[in-house]
């Protein structure tokens, strides 16, 4: 049985008018910026600032060229001050922009970070006094992706950029590094890898990396990406995704995404899966929620936010059709959001405001940037 | 009385070892292959043509003859025969709670590759069983079609030549089209009641796996129970039987039931890749691959 809170979902802070798609979220300043994609393959993609958290109007600081779209943002400090980098997907290769300001964007590398075949960029992450830059041919999801690089400066503005691993960590079949996320024990990468499932590795402070997850934690090609990380009390969050697949021709069935939770130990259970047996042992999900929260059709988590007390809330967002072009957004459907105040033992369902492609953590709450037809908006969440 | 445990796959899948070491745990009970549900009654089950192309009932004529006569010999199959004869209008359900009530409280192991020929079948041990565990048995798609074109070579071929051999079987598509089919179960059945594992996992490593399965059970798995599961042999159904009911699972496996762990750990890890053994112009097919990649085959 599937429990609904009866409160209605919050009321939009803000709207960005038209069909922008919002794929970024990051606050810097005073300001909550929103990195969007295109609908279409050939849009543009932008960066649109709002006062945060004193509210106001959004205006767009950035536009980018035709076929082209925002992926992520991360605040860095670099000669001494704190700098916005926002990481894009181009037809001419993935830029590398940066603001002091937040307000006038610039590219501080040469497109694909030197590179031709790094067309997209991101996701992005602090880790060991660098900026870590994700980088491959074209989204996560996308079937087609591959390169699966990680590069890394001290000094983004220097452009000297050095390579962190090796290609998709010597795995060929790791088509694109789809998550990152920077812990007090390393950073951690997630990886696509749609035949095996996906991997997760994690650089010890001799820039080393372990591989501490692997077979999409013996879920295979049904957990072909990990989609969301999040650091909880004492654990990594792990939230897998799907692209679209066409039903006629995937015996495979759709996928349904899991949350997992690995400890410091090494060891993983999870939290809404399916049972399976494995290497590690019997698998029964904590929450004792099937795969999808019970949903089954092929989705991903786009976000997990955590807040005091053991708060979880998992965003889940239908994959209703494949990416359009490189550079646009999957064919997202609408959003579930499921909300634990015990760690992951148990979740009751929230009202979701509509299609939730990006989320972040505030001491205000959870920001949801929300996809509409009549355009995009934020909504504020509850995180306890 | 608990619910019984069905193994669910296409044959050649280890299925006859598995159900017998698993049947071998004292809380339960390992069945040789009942193929009861190709009917409504056991008396459509027994005409049914399956039932005579392909699943003779021997295993339930055993399983009458050791559980209402206490042995197996041709004299006590015959009475079993007369038995069930006398009990043509009973459901397959209602054969198995006799056979439950023979056996005592054990869980009840069956694996009779009857089950998974048809959804329809399959629909029929779900509607009579819907609260049982339904563990799907997986086994790479190369080397289980190579076994079934074996089987198929070793007791067909000789009939070529005289025009009665049943054609070849579609090995991939038999692997295929039954695992679609099983996994199609899972959304209509409660979290956690069919469960899957690869049978090359298992077998090589028996004293793993097996915890795993008798928790999923809700039994237990402690020393003396394990060491009943590694004698398969033990199975009142794990030999030839009398010449009036001899087979009821795997021929090979009757012959020698006994576990060779040598051979069990260097099961090989074929490969998805390359022409099909048994049809060197054919590769699989992007369904078969898809499907098998879900399991974590390569």
Sequence with gaps: MTLVETRPAPAALATLPGPDKPVALVRFGDALYVGTAAPDPMGRGRIWRMPWPAGGAAEIVYEGADGSAVTDFAVFESQGTPVLYAATAALGGGLLLASRDGRGFGPVAPAGLGQSGNLWLGPLAIAGGRLVVAAGSAAPLDPEASGARLLASPDPESAVWTALAEPGFGDAENSAIAALLATGAGLVAATANPLRGFQLWQMDPGGGWTRRLTDGAARFSMNPAATALSAGEGELLIGTGAPARPEAEDAAGPAAPEVIALDDGGAWETLVGEPRFSPEGFKVPFALQAAGFGQRETACVTAILTGPGGALTVVVTAVTGATPGPFGQPGLGASRLWRSLDGGESFAEVPAPGPVLAALATPEGGVLAVAGDAGAALHLHALA | MPEPLFILCPGRSFSSVVAAVIGQHPRCYGLPELNLFLGETIGDAWSNDATRGGYPMQGL??????????????????????????????????????????????????????????????????????????????????????????????????????????????????????????????????????????????????????????????????????????????????????????????????????????????????????????????????????????????
């Design chain 2, 61 to 298: 004529k055993r399983t009458i003859a050791e559980l209402n006569y206490g042995a197996q010999t041709d004299e006590t199959v015959d009475e079993a025969i007369a038995w069930i004869e006398a009990r043509k209008d009973w459901t397959a359900r209602r054969m198995m709670d006799h056979i439950q009530d023979r056996a005592g409280d054990r869980i009840l192991v069956d694996k009779s590759p009857a089950n998974v020929v048809h959804p329809r079948v399959l629909g029929g041990v779900v509607k009579a069983f819907p609260k049982a565990n339904y563990l799907q048995l997986m086994r790479h798609p190369r080397s289980r079609g190579k076994s079934q074109m074996k089987h198929w070579e070793k007791t067909q071929a000789r009939r070529v030549m005289d025009g009665t051999a049943k054609p070849p079987p579609d090995a991939e598509f038999k692997w295929q089209g039954t695992h679609a089919m099983i996994s199609a179960l899972g959304p209509k059945l409660a979290l956690g009641q069919l469960m899957w594992i690869r049978g090359e996992d298992l077998m090589r490593d028996l004293k793993f796996y097996l915890p795993q399965i008798c928790d999923w059970l809700g039994i237990p798995c402690d020393d003396a129970a394990m060491a009943e599961m590694m004698k398969p042999e033990a199975s009142p159904y794990a030999c030839l039987g009398p010449a009036k009911a001899k087979y009821g699972a795997n021929t090979d496996f009757l012959k020698d039931p006994s576990l060779d762990f040598d051979r069990l750990a260097s099961i090989p890890d074929p490969s998805l890749d390359g022409p099909l053994d048994w049809a060197p112009e054919e590769l699989f097919s992007d369904a078969t691959r898809q499907q098998a990649y879900r399991f974590g085959y390569r």
